[in-house]
């Protein structure tokens, strides 16, 4: 199953308006995408609520994955997003 690491960068971490930025434009993709912290249980990236449970914070370390056809790509559209720092505008 591909996986790829990557560093939050909402300044509030996936926590309300992020998480349901991120929640929204997993539910796109055509695979069911994970996410999970080093030290945790992996939860659906879909889910507001349990992106909210991670408590994943600004610098930390955050490893997505998915599997199925369009696996990559859909890792890469929610890599960038939490690479971003939705905070803004």
Known sequence: MPERRVTVASKVGLHARPAAVLAKAAAGQPVKVTIRKDDGQPVEAASV?????????????????????????????????????????
Do not use: F, P, S
């Not at 609520?49 to 056809?69: N, P």
């Open 49 to 89: 609520l349990g992106l909210m449970t991670l408590g994943a914070m600004h610098g930390d370390e955050v490893v997505l994955a998915a599997d199925g056809e369009g696996a990559d790509a859909a890792l890469e559209a929610i890599a960038r997003i939490i690479a971003t720092d939705l905070d803004e505008g």
